[in-house]
């Protein structure tokens, strides 16, 4: 009996250090900062690096991260389109004879700093809707879609196509179809998953209840699913609406470009702000979640990992920071 025990203890000591050396098989080198700013964005293809400081639009590249170009003044925060230029919201609130209303304006501008109005739309501030024109999703291939507002309600929305603007590089017709995960409620910030072309076509639901989902993040592979359940859980679904994985209690930060791992952070509240958060790397394969960030005097916000898969790039809430991770082994 003493070696049967001895021989599973030994079993499970190497199945315990296998799994371990997969965990560690990414490895980060230390944070670096590049200067202030917030909300940073990769391009698509990892090149470039786009924030937002002081209400205005910069850009740097990599590797050195040295200089800043100003590309556009009072930009929102923003998202690219294809590698050629960027798109973002603005809503404003206007008011004449006792009337108000929101009204929603979407921007384009290219690397030069050449700033386009696309498309915008009003509502009336009593109205439930804040405007035809919910969630921005451009693709890598240069097509803006977008969330389209139903009924009046935020929740409640489909994909649709925005024109295209000859500032940006048009989408190439033989580009492979891409597709976007969304949540769907009748009422209510959750409701089931549905999976549709960017230009809204092949929809399908994924889910069909009893459990409602808040929001849905697609892979890069296009084969899994990340969303946000009532508990605040970050959970991984396959494209047929099956568990994958659990994160347990997180705040979304992003896929890794295999499509393996998942950027999360984790904050701690206060009684009116977040006092503080770090910032880690969930394992879909091993289910692990290993700690990439450990500074008490910093508020991490907003990471994003690029697409080479060589950077990872977040903000500090509390400095008006932003911060690089060189991702060392393991990509």
Same mark, same amino acid.
């Given at each position: 009996m003493?070696? *049967?025990?001895?021989?599973?203890?030994?079993?499970?000591?190497?199945?315990?250090?296998?799994?371990?050396?997969?965990?560690?098989?990414?490895?980060?080198?230390?944070?670096?900062?590049?200067?202030?700013?917030?909300?940073?964005?990769?391009?698509?293809?990892?090149?470039?690096?786009?924030?937002?400081d002081?209400?205005?639009?910069?850009?740097?590249?990599?590797? #050195?991260?040295?200089?800043?170009?100003?590309?556009?003044?009072?930009?929102?925060?923003?998202?690219?389109?294809?590698?050629?230029?960027?798109?973002?919201?603005?809503?404003?609130?206007?008011?004449? @004879?006792? #009337?108000?209303?929101?009204?929603?304006?979407?921007?384009?501008?290219?690397?030069?700093?050449?700033?386009?109005?696309?498309?915008s739309?009003?509502?009336?501030?009593?109205?439930?809707s804040?405007?035809?024109i919910?969630?921005?999703?451009?693709?890598?291939?240069?097509?803006?879609?977008?969330?389209?507002?139903? +009924?009046?309600?935020?929740?409640?929305?489909?994909?649709?196509?925005?024109?295209?603007?000859?500032?940006?590089?048009?989408?190439?017709?033989?580009?492979?179809?891409? *597709?976007?995960?969304?949540?769907?409620?009748?009422?209510?910030?959750?409701?089931?998953?549905?999976?549709?072309?960017?230009?809204?076509?092949?929809?399908?639901?994924?889910?069909?209840?009893?459990?409602?989902?808040?929001?849905?993040?697609?892979?890069?592979?296009?084969?899994?699913?990340?969303?946000?359940?009532?508990?605040?859980?970050?959970?991984?679904?396959?494209?047929?609406?099956?568990?994958?994985?659990?994160?347990?209690?997180?705040?979304?930060?992003?896929?890794?470009?295999?499509?393996?791992?998942?950027?999360?952070?984790?904050? #701690?509240?206060?009684?009116?702000?977040?006092t503080?958060?770090?910032?880690?790397?969930?394992?879909? @394969?091993?289910?692990?979640?290993?700690?990439?960030?450990?500074?008490?005097?910093?508020?991490?916000?907003?990471?994003?990992?690029?697409?080479?898969g060589?950077?990872?790039?977040?903000?500090?809430? +509390?400095?008006?920071?932003?911060?690089?991770?060189?991702?060392?082994?393991?990509?």
């Open positions: 003493r070696k *049967r025990g001895f021989i599973t203890a030994v079993v499970l000591f190497v199945l315990y250090a296998a799994v371990g050396q997969g965990q560690d098989s990414v490895k980060f080198g230390e944070p670096m900062c590049i200067g202030h700013g917030a909300a940073p964005q990769w391009s698509p293809d990892g090149s470039m690096l786009a924030f937002v002081s209400a205005s639009l910069y850009m740097t590249t990599t590797p #050195e991260f040295k200089e800043r170009k100003l590309i556009a003044v009072d930009a929102a925060p923003v998202q690219w389109v294809g590698n050629t230029g960027f798109v973002w919201r603005k809503r404003i609130t206007r008011q004449h @004879d006792g #009337e108000r209303w929101d009204c929603v304006y979407v921007y384009t501008s290219d690397l030069a700093g050449n700033v386009e109005l696309l498309d739309d009003s509502t009336y501030s009593n109205s439930r804040f405007g035809r919910g969630k921005l999703m451009p693709s890598v291939d240069g097509t803006i879609a977008y969330h389209e507002i139903l +009924n009046g309600d935020e929740h409640n929305t489909r994909p649709k196509i925005l024109r295209q603007t000859a500032l940006l590089k048009p989408a190439s017709p033989a580009a492979a179809p891409r *597709r976007m995960a969304f949540s769907r409620s009748e009422s209510g910030p959750f409701g089931d998953i549905w999976l549709a072309d960017l230009d809204g076509g092949n929809q399908r639901q994924v889910t069909h209840g009893p459990d409602t989902w808040m929001w849905a993040l697609l892979s890069p592979n296009q084969e899994l699913i990340a969303t946000t359940n009532h508990l605040s859980q970050i959970v991984f679904l396959d494209t047929l609406g099956i568990t994958v994985a659990n994160a347990g209690g997180a705040e979304v930060g992003g896929w890794s470009p295999d499509s393996k791992r998942f950027l999360t952070w984790i904050g #701690e509240e206060g009684e009116f702000e977040i503080g958060s770090e910032l880690y790397i969930y394992h879909i @394969d091993s289910q692990y979640r290993q700690q990439l960030t450990d500074t008490p005097d910093l508020i991490e916000f907003s990471p994003c990992w690029s697409p080479t060589d950077f990872i790039a977040y903000a500090a809430l +509390n400095t008006r920071e932003i911060f690089i991770i060189r991702v060392e082994a393991g990509k």
